[in-house]
C-alpha cells in the first residue's frame, strides 16, 4: 500500500480544494497518470500516480478542503481489492425523491390516495406538497387545495392550476373578499447559487485590495495601428518561415512599454510601506483569459527578447492557461502588466492594477476612424490605449510622457527595433 499525498503548497498557499477525482476506487492506475486535480487560490494542481497499481481507497471527496502532503487515498497492487466505502447517509431531499411523487405526497399528508375520475395521477385529499408559491396563491384566494386540479409532473399543483382555480363561495362570516393575487410571471425562472472557485475569490480579493489602498488613476492616448500593421504585412511570411509563429500586435506593444520602462523607472517600481522599490529588470504579466478566470503569467527580462522569443513565450502561456496547466511560479513577480480588452471588441477600460505593481496598460480593439493627418482628413486604423497607474508614487506629467513614448514608439516601429 502507498498513500496519495497532496502537493506541497508554496510558502503563500495554505489550502486547496480537491477540484476532480480522475480514477475511483477499484480502477487501475498507472505512474505519471493524472489521479485528481487540487486548485489554490492561483493554480490548479495535479496529483499524479507514483506507482502502477488499483485505487484502493480515496480519503477526501470532491470539494473538500485538503492541506499540503495530505493523505487523499491509498493505491495497492493488481490484486487489491479496493476498501468497502460507507456509503453517505441520504439527504432529507434524496430520499423524499427516491420514495417518488406518490408516496412523497401521501407521507406528508398523513392521508391515503385516489385516483381521480378521469384516471390521472393521484391526488393526496390533504394537500402539504405546495410550493411556497403556489401556498401564497391558495392563503391570498381562500382555496381548498385539496379541491385544486393538479396538472404537474408530478401529479403537483402548479401556479398556473392555483390561478385558475375558483375561490369557494363567500360565507357568511367573511369579512372582505379575498385579495386579488399579483400577476405572476409564467415560464422558467430560475437561479442557480454556485460557490466562488478559489481562483476566482482570490482574483476578487486582489482587486479589491488594489481599489482600497492604491490611489489608481488612468490616462489615455490613442494609437495610429497603420506602420504596425503596414510593418507586419510586409514581414509576417518571412517571419513564419523563419520563426515558426506568426508576428502579433503584442510583442511590438511589450517592446515598446520596455523601452518606456527604461525611460521612466518609477512606473517599473512599488510600493513596500512607506518605500518605493525601484526593480532593475523588467519582468512584464500579459493578462490571459482562461476558464477559470483571468491570470497573468510572467515574460522575465523582456529588454534581452526579440520579438519572435516574445511571440513564442506568449502562445506557449496561452496554450498552458487553456490547458489549466500554468504553474506558481509562471505568475509570480512581474514589475508591470498588459491586458488587451480589444481582443473581446473592447473600445475603452480602465484596468486595474496587479498588486504590488504600480501600472498596468490597456489596449483596445483597432477600429478605422476619420483623423487630421497632414492637413487633410484620412481614414486610419486606431487604438485607444489606456495606462492606469498609483498616483501615489507616480505623477501625472510621468504617467502621460510614458504612454506618449509608447505611442510614439508603435506609429514608428522602426525607432524601436534600431534602438533610436
Not at 517600481?269 to 500579459?286: E, L, T
Not at 482562461?290 to 496561452?318: F, Q
Request: net charge negative; aromatic share 4%; proline share 6%.
Amino acid at each position: 500500500m502507498a498513500d496519495i499525498k497532496v502537493p506541497v503548497f508554496s510558502e503563500s498557499v495554505s489550502e486547496g480544494t480537491l477540484l476532480t477525482w480522475h480514477k475511483k476506487p477499484g480502477d487501475a492506475i498507472k505512474r505519471g497518470e493524472v489521479l485528481a486535480e487540487i486548485e489554490t487560490d492561483k493554480v490548479v494542481l495535479e496529483v499524479t500516480a507514483l506507482q502502477d497499481g488499483v485505487l484502493t481507497s480515496v480519503a477526501k471527496n470532491e470539494g473538500d478542503t485538503v492541506l499540503s502532503e495530505e493523505v487523499l487515498g491509498t493505491v495497492g497492487d493488481a490484486g487489491s481489492a479496493p476498501a468497502a466505502s460507507t456509503p453517505a447517509p441520504a439527504t432529507s431531499q434524496s430520499a423524499d425523491q427516491a420514495a417518488g411523487p406518490v408516496a412523497t405526497e401521501a407521507s406528508a399528508a398523513g392521508t391515503a390516495t385516489h385516483p381521480d375520475s378521469t384516471g390521472n395521477a393521484p391526488q393526496a385529499e390533504r394537500r402539504d406538497d405546495l410550493s411556497p408559491a403556489v401556498r401564497k396563491i391558495v392563503a391570498e384566494k381562500g382555496l381548498d387545495a385539496a379541491q385544486i386540479p393538479a396538472t404537474g409532473p408530478k401529479g403537483n399543483i402548479t401556479k398556473a392550476d392555483a390561478l385558475n382555480a375558483t375561490a369557494p363561495a363567500a360565507t357568511a362570516q367573511s369579512a372582505a373578499p379575498a385579495p386579488v393575487a399579483a400577476a405572476i410571471p409564467s415560464g422558467p425562472r430560475t437561479e442557480q447559487r454556485v460557490p466562488m472557485t478559489r481562483i476566482r475569490a482570490r482574483i476578487a480579493e486582489r482587486l479589491k485590495e488594489v481599489q482600497n489602498t492604491a490611489a489608481l488613476l488612468t490616462t489615455f492616448n490613442e494609437v495610429n495601428m497603420q506602420p504596425a500593421m503596414d510593418l507586419r504585412k510586409k514581414y509576417q511570411d518571412q517571419f513564419v518561415a523563419k520563426h515558426g509563429v506568426k508576428l502579433g500586435f503584442m510583442s511590438l506593444f511589450v517592446r515598446a512599454a520596455t523601452e518606456a520602462l527604461k525611460a521612466f523607472p518609477v512606473v517599473n517600481a512599488s510600493v513596500d510601506g512607506k518605500d518605493i522599490i525601484y526593480h532593475g529588470f523588467y519582468d512584464i504579466g500579459i493578462a490571459v483569459a482562461s476558464d477559470r478566470g483571468l491570470v497573468v503569467p510572467i515574460l522575465r527580462d523582456t529588454d534581452n527578447m526579440g520579438l519572435a522569443t516574445i511571440e513564442k513565450e506568449i502562445a506557449a502561456y496561452a496554450q498552458k492557461a487553456r490547458a489549466g496547466k500554468l504553474t506558481m511560479e509562471d505568475m509570480t513577480g512581474g514589475t508591470f502588466s498588459i491586458t488587451n480588452g480589444g481582443t473581446f471588441g473592447s473600445m475603452m477600460s480602465t484596468p486595474i492594477i496587479n498588486a504590488p505593481q504600480s501600472a498596468i496598460l490597456g489596449m483596445h480593439n483597432i477600429i478605422e476612424r476619420p483623423i487630421a493627418q497632414g492637413g487633410q482628413v484620412v481614414i486610419a486604423p486606431m487604438m485607444y490605449i489606456a495606462l492606469s497607474y498609483d498616483h501615489r508614487i507616480i505623477d501625472g506629467k510621468e504617467a502621460v510622457q510614458f504612454l506618449v513614448m509608447i505611442k510614439n514608439l508603435l506609429e514608428d516601429p522602426a525607432r524601436m527595433l534600431l534602438d533610436l
